[in-house]
């Protein structure tokens, strides 16, 4: 059997394969810019989303970049078609811009969803 026949029968399988299906859809912007904000004083964004499964949808992980930066996600599912919501609050403990990137791992998603904040903090 030639090379290019070899090449095309170990190859042709990953062009039929489907993309995975995407399990939610974001109803708000995934960047918050929360402006100008006080020093030790907490801020909180509420990225929403859509289930677009026929099947309540979880939220397995939230992870951040750092400590000044949290979520604390619902682990009651958002129902098929539903609106959940994953609130990300930043405390600023040092002055100056701030970005931050938060990651979101949906049950039945390999990749993180990425989330960004940022803003300025002022004394």
């Not at 000044?68 to 994953?86: F, H, L, M, R, Y």
Request: aromatic content about 14%; proline content about 9%.
């Amino acid at each position: 059997m030639p090379l290019k026949s070899l090449l095309l029968l170990f190859i042709f399988p990953f062009f039929l394969s489907a993309p995975p299906e995407k399990v939610m859809d974001w109803r708000s912007p995934t960047d918050h810019e929360f402006g100008d904000i006080k020093q030790g004083v907490p801020v909180t964004f509420e990225f929403k989303f859509q289930n677009l499964t026929d099947t309540p949808l979880t939220i397995d992980a939230v992870r951040t970049t750092c400590g000044c930066t949290a979520s604390d996600w619902s682990e009651i599912p958002t129902e098929p078609n539903a609106t959940g919501s994953v609130p990300i609050t930043f405390d600023a403990r040092k002055t100056g811009y701030f970005y931050k990137k938060i990651k979101v791992f949906f049950h039945g998603q390999r990749k993180g969803e990425l989330l960004t904040i940022s803003g300025y903090v002022e004394p």
